[in-house]
T-cell receptor, first 115, second 116 residues
Framework: AQSVAQPEDQVNVAEGNPLTVKCTYS??????LFWYVQYPNRGLQFLLK??????LVKGSYGFEAEFNKSQTSFHLKKPSALVSDSALYFC?????????????FGAGTTVTVRA | DGGITQSPKYLFRKEGQNVTLSCEQN?????MYWYRQDPGQGLRLIYY???????QKGDIAEGYSVSREKKESFPLTVTSAQKNPTAFYLC???????????????FGPGTRLTVL
C-alpha cells in the first residue's frame, strides 16, 4: 500500500525567510511524487513532480523539492518566501507498480507567511 | 484551474435528495477523477475513469455514482445513500492513464456541497 505523511499541520515563516514543507512517503518500490498548492475555496494547482533522475526538482513559482530515497522524503522548499505563498500544500505519491495507478494525498500543511 | 470547469460553485441539498455535480474539461484528456476533500483529511478518491463508458470505484465510492458518456464530461451524483455528503468536491483530469510515467492531474475549482 502507498501512503504519504505531512508531519506538520502548520508552518509559519517570515517573508524573505526560507520555507520548507515536509513530506515522507511509503511505497514498495520507487515512487512518483507530486506537490500541489491550494488557495482558499479553489482547486489544487500543480507545483512539481519527481519521477526519476535528478533528486532536486524545480517547479513553479520558485519552488523546488528534494527527493531523498534513504529517508523516504520529498520536502518542498523555497529559498525566500512571499506573503502570497500562504496557502495549503499537499504532497501526493503513486506507486508505479500498483495496478490502480491512484494518487494518495497527505493531509496537507497550511503555510502562513507573515509580512 | 484552466481547462476544467465545475458547476455549481456552491450547492445546497436537503437530506434525502440526490444531487449531480458537473465536471467538464476541454483539455482532451483521457482520464478523469472525482475527489472529496474534508478538513484535515486531504483528498480521497471517489471514482475515476480512464476512457469513455468505463469507470472504476475509488476508495470511498459508496453513496456516489458517475457516468462517462463523453470524453469531456464526468458528472458525479451524490445519492441519498451517502451518509455524510457535506464536503468540498474536486474534479481532475490527466492526459493519459497507464503509461510508465505518470501524467499530472489537473484540478477544477471545486464544488462545495452542503446538506441542510
Amino acid at each position: 500500500a502507498q501512503s504519504v505523511a505531512q508531519p506538520e499541520d502548520q508552518v509559519n515563516v517570515a517573508e524573505g525567510n526560507p520555507l520548507t514543507v515536509k513530506c515522507t512517503y511509503s511505497v514498495s518500490g520507487n515512487p512518483y511524487l507530486f506537490w500541489y498548492v491550494q488557495y482558499p475555496n479553489r482547486g489544487l494547482q500543480f507545483l512539481l513532480k519527481y519521477i526519476t533522475g535528478d533528486n532536486l526538482v524545480k517547479g513553479s513559482y520558485g519552488f523546488e523539492a528534494e527527493f531523498n530515497k534513504s529517508q523516504t522524503s520529498f520536502h518542498l522548499k523555497k529559498p525566500s518566501a512571499l506573503v502570497s505563498d500562504s496557502a495549503l500544500y499537499f504532497c501526493a505519491v503513486r506507486d508505479p507498480r500498483a495496478n490502480d495507478y491512484k494518487l494518495s494525498f497527505g493531509a496537507g500543511t497550511t503555510v502562513t507567511v507573515r509580512a | 484551474d484552466g481547462g476544467i470547469t465545475q458547476s455549481p460553485k456552491y450547492l445546497f441539498r436537503k437530506e434525502g435528495q440526490n444531487v449531480t455535480l458537473s465536471c467538464e474539461q476541454n483539455l482532451n484528456h483521457d482520464a478523469m477523477y472525482w475527489y472529496r476533500q474534508d478538513p484535515g483529511q486531504g483528498l480521497r478518491l471517489i471514482y475515476y475513469s480512464q476512457i469513455v463508458n468505463d469507470f472504476q470505484k475509488g476508495d470511498i465510492a459508496e453513496g456516489y455514482s458517475v457516468s462517462r458518456e463523453k470524453k469531456e464530461s464526468f458528472p458525479l451524483t451524490v445519492t441519498s445513500a451517502q451518509k455524510n455528503p457535506t464536503a468540498f468536491y474536486l474534479c481532475a483530469s490527466s492526459i493519459d492513464w497507464g503509461r510508465q510515467a505518470p501524467d499530472t492531474q489537473y484540478f477544477g475549482p471545486g464544488t462545495r456541497l452542503t446538506v441542510l
